[in-house]
């Protein structure tokens, strides 16, 4: 059970944010648990294809530093979601996100070996820059050399 003072402060921290990040916050974590069902129901390429089948928003698109706090926003909704929240399904749910803000990027996959294991990460990049990582994620997994589309897997 979570005490009184950790939800007051989790409240206070809610409300010092933007409206558009404390907007993302609240629909990512209602839309983590679908993208992830929807990405395990239909596959990488199906469930992209059907997410990109909606036009970029024609609004101004955001700025590095904005689509970057909507990066924060969706990891910490997976923080707090119920079920699995994984690289994939956040970055996904980030992509498409940013679509609605007028924002295009890119969904990024890179893979590294950890002893014998080969190990797949995903993240988001605007511009080429990293939303919702680190600045040196491309370093530290060898990335494809080009977006990851639907078309790819064809």
């Given at each position: 059970m979570i005490a009184v003072p950790e939800i007051s402060r989790y409240v206070s921290i809610y409300r010092a944010l933007p409206a558009r990040e404390q907007m993302v916050l609240l629909a990512s974590l209602a839309l983590l648990p679908l993208f992830w069902l929807g990405?395990?129901?239909?596959?990488?390429r199906r469930f992209q294809a059907w997410l990109d089948r909606s036009p970029v928003a024609q609004r101004t698109p955001l700025t590095q530093a904005e689509a970057a706090a909507?990066?924060?926003?969706?990891?910490?909704?997976?923080?707090?979601?119920?079920?699995?929240?994984?690289c994939l399904t956040r970055s996904l749910l980030l992509r498409w996100l940013l679509c609605?803000?007028?924002t295009i990027s890119d969904l990024c996959i890179g893979v590294r070996f950890e002893?014998?294991?080969l190990v797949a990460h995903a993240w988001v990049e605007k511009d080429g820059i990293p939303v919702n990582d680190s600045l040196d994620v491309a370093t530290r997994f060898a990335a494809f050399d080009q977006p990851v589309l639907p078309k790819m897997f064809l």
């Open positions: 990405l395990r129901l239909a596959g990488l909507l990066g924060v926003a969706v990891n910490r909704a997976a923080n707090h979601v119920l079920g699995p929240a994984t609605r803000y007028g002893g014998n294991e």
